[in-house]
């Protein structure tokens, strides 16, 4: 039953055709819908496109129409960095003035006969103690400092190369006298250790302590054998000697300066005196045309005049053409020197540019060092100073004679102790030379972000390096360093230059008037830094979501003294040309960056700027930051409504997507407009009081924000 039922159910062919048939007409219906479907949504997108570029079209025309209005009026903005440049032309003069009408007896170190009579001077002056070479040092190492700053302040077309030369030589002659003048100081001292002997130990001990150098002293006088541990009083400074020199008449001194003058100063780069002598050469050029045009308009004009007026006959009637003339004549002198004078403030302007654009400038190639073990100071920084270790020979000692103090005083002067010495063939044992083993005090005010490596100055070489060096550690709590030494001299500390580099995040936030406070995040720290008129402040840093107490919190300082000082304490978020070697950046063309960081000041006293994860997104010819305004000063919103812009240097729009967006798009967000400018474009939707604040900012401000903002390259280096 079951087979034969199975056999009724068959499906016959025509019925099989059929349904062929039917499927076949079904599918060509949905192939046609799909087509028809495909069709309209393709006419759709079509005239989307159409409508898209058509409206595309009309906003570039509209800003083509508009952009030489607002370049123009950028321009009259931006006027405002070649006006703090003159303004702080006018501050260096006056600080010369105001030094020479103090007369307290310091020389002018740029006037070359002052610092010469001043070196003369002290040469001379060869009895001085050691307490008296410190105080002094105070007066040098502001001279010093002043020359540093001239010739980082002034701008390269300020500065001529025999000027340059004239500083820079003055700097080595002043480092190398006051080293000299310590050596001298510490032979006196030597010559009285017998006098100073410690009666518990029978040996000498001398530590003097001051703000910027700290001295410590051992004389050798016992030669017991087993002394052996040199560790000097209320210090954690400790030396452990070998037997050969417990035995010598020697004596140890810890020379550490706060600075360092062992490193070579860094050669003036070429490059910005071709930059800037080359946009020079161009617009004096231009002045000159104009001057010569000036001057063919005032002769012709002179000559049209001189005509008329002898034409007139009447004598009266020549006097008042004569005064006609006269007036005339004074006011095209007025127009040319008003015209002269706009020259010249393009020749500044352009001469800023180029000097701006330099401190964005990536080397080419990457410096080479011979050595193995040399140390690449455009790689790593020294810190906390430099400590000169010597050991040297006891000189001859004052003898009491009949109310007397006999002294032989060696013609040689001071004598280092050869530790080793060339040739080791007298001595019996393979080490007797072994390395010493030293411990050290860390500077207080410097941050370490990692265990600081030791480094050695060669001085053959000129360098600083690493071998030599063994056993180091590093106790951070209790700012020690111990290490072992094969040989004495200059040795320092050095850390990573870009450690903190690149940045997590920034921002920029107006504070009050021409005041803003700059954030910059980084692996390590969170760096707060404020800026009002020409000065900067270091307001907070963290380390570790940790507070840390610096000397620097409060101080304010103009922004290249700021800049060495935190980078001098460690704190160093500022690139060099060379530092895209080794940090892996998001380059940006250098000339969209400076446009872009030049804008971001001129707005910054309205506007919060921060970093954007789609700035990494877009090509090497646009930036992109989030903005908002900004114009009170309350604690920074946690999810404030931020706008994303983007800037290619001659177009800024607002985009369509935002910082939680899943994917990356350059769609104009809807109902805005493309400009030529970032200040044209906020003012689309920028109120009233924020382009006031703007427009009233004062230029020394909109300079500093500026520098900054060069200095640290946040849009590369983020």
């Known amino acids: 039953m079951t087979f034969k039922s199975a056999r009724k159910k068959k499906i016959t062919k025509a019925e099989r055709l059929k349904q062929l048939q039917e499927e076949e007409e079904r599918r060509q219906k949905e192939e046609e819908e799909a087509r028809v479907k495909h069709e309209k949504e393709e006419m759709e997108r079509v005239e989307r496109q159409r409508i898209e570029r058509e409206k ?15 370049l123009e009026e950028l321009y009259l903005l931006e006027e405002c960095f070649p006006e703090a440049e003159k303004l702080k032309r006018d501050a260096r003069l006056l600080s010369q003035w105001n030094h020479y009408i103090q007369c307290d007896g310091s020389p002018d170190p740029s006037v070359s006969p002052e610092i010469n009579t001043f070196i003369s001077l ?14 002094k040092s105070k007066l040098v190492l502001n001279l010093i400092e002043k020359l540093r700053l001239l010739l980082l302040q002034t701008p390269s077309y300020d500065l001529e190369d025999k000027t340059i030369i004239q500083y820079r030589g003055s700097i080595l002659e002043l480092q190398e006298l006051l080293h000299l003048k310590f050596n001298v100081a510490t032979e006196r001292l030597l010559r009285q250790a017998s006098t100073l002997a410690d009666l518990d130990s029978g040996n000498m001990e001398k530590v003097i302590q001051d703000e910027n150098v700290a001295l410590y002293v051992w004389a050798n006088l016992k030669k017991n054998p087993r002394y052996r541990s040199v560790r000097f009083s209320e210090t954690q400074i400790r030396f452990e000697i070998p ?13 550490h300066t706060h600075y360092d ?9 070429a490059s910005l005196q071709g930059h800037t002598a ?15 045009e000036i001057s063919k308009e005032l002769q012709e004009e002179y000559k049209q005049q001189e005509c008329e007026s002898v034409s007139v006959c009447e004598e009266e009637t020549k006097v008042e053409e004569q005064g006609d003339i006269e007036v005339q004549m004074s006011f095209v002198q007025e127009e040319s020197e008003a015209t002269k004078c706009k020259l010249e403030m393009k020749l500044l302007s352009e001469a800023v540019f180029a000097a701006q654009l330099l401190l964005i400038e990536n080397a080419n190639e990457k410096p080479c060092f011979c050595e193995d073990n040399e140390v690449d100071l455009c790689q ?19 003898k009491p004679m009949k109310g007397w103090m006999i002294v032989e005083i060696l013609k040689e002067g001071l004598q280092k102790y050869a530790y080793p010495p060339e040739s080791t063939e007298d001595f019996e044992t ?22 600081p490596m030791v480094a050695r100055w060669d001085a053959e070489g000129k360098h600083w390096q690493t071998d030599g060096i063994s056993n180091v550690l590093y106790q951070s709590e209790e700012r020690l360093i111990t290490f072992s030494l094969e040989t004495f001299g200059p040795v320092t500390l050095i850390q990573d230059t870009h450690i903190n580099m690149p940045f997590q995040s920034w921002e920029l936030r107006p504070l009050d008037v021409n005041k803003v406070l700059l954030t910059v995040t980084t692996v390590f720290t969170e760096i707060q830094i404020q800026i009002k008129e020409n000065l900067c402040m270091l307001a907070s840093v963290k380390v570790g979501n940790k507070k840390h107490s610096s000397t620097l919190e409060g101080r304010w300082m103009t922004p290249i003294s700021f800049i060495l000082a935190l980078k001098e304490t460690g704190l160093n978020i500022f690139p060099t040309g060379h530092s895209h070697f080794y940090v892996v950046i998001n380059h940006k063309e250098p000339l969209v960056e400076i446009k872009a960081y030049r804008q971001l000041a001129l707005l910054s006293s309205a506007f919060a700027f921060g970093w954007s994860k789609w700035n990494v997104e877009c090509s090497s010819k646009k930036v992109i930051v989030k903005l908002r305004e900004h114009l009170t000063e309350e604690e920074p919103v946690q999810d404030p409504n931020w706008t994303l812009l983007m800037f290619s240097g001659d177009r800024a729009q607002r985009l369509k997507i935002n910082e939680n967006s899943e994917t990356f798009s350059e769609a104009l967000k809807e109902e805005t407009e493309f400009h030529s400018t970032l200040y044209h474009l906020v003012k689309d939707f920028a109120s009233k009081e924020a382009m006031e604040k703007i427009r009233s900012s004062k230029c020394q401000f909109i300079d500093s924000v500026c520098y900054m903002l060069l200095s640290t390259r946040l849009l590369s280096y983020s």
């Open 56 to 70: 595309w079209h009309q906003l570039e025309a509209k800003d083509l129409e508009r952009r030489n209005e607002e």
């Open 380 to 398: 790593f920084t020294t810190l906390g100073g430099v400590y000169h270790l010597d050991i040297f020979e006891l000189p001859p000692q004052c």
């Open 278 to 292: 080359t946009v020079t050469h161009f617009v004096k050029d231009e002045v000159q045309k104009g001057e010569a």
């Open 261 to 269: 003058h062992a490193t070579p100063l860094r050669p003036v780069s």
């Open 430 to 451: 393979e080490n007797a030379f072994p390395p010493i083993e030293v411990t050290l005090e860390v500077q207080e005010n410097v941050i370490f972000f990692e265990d």
């Open 122 to 135: 002290w040469k001379e002056e060869t009895n001085e103690t050691l307490e008296e070479v410190i105080a």
């Open 243 to 255: 037997r050969i020199l417990a035995t010598s008449g020697i004596a140890i001194r810890l020379l």
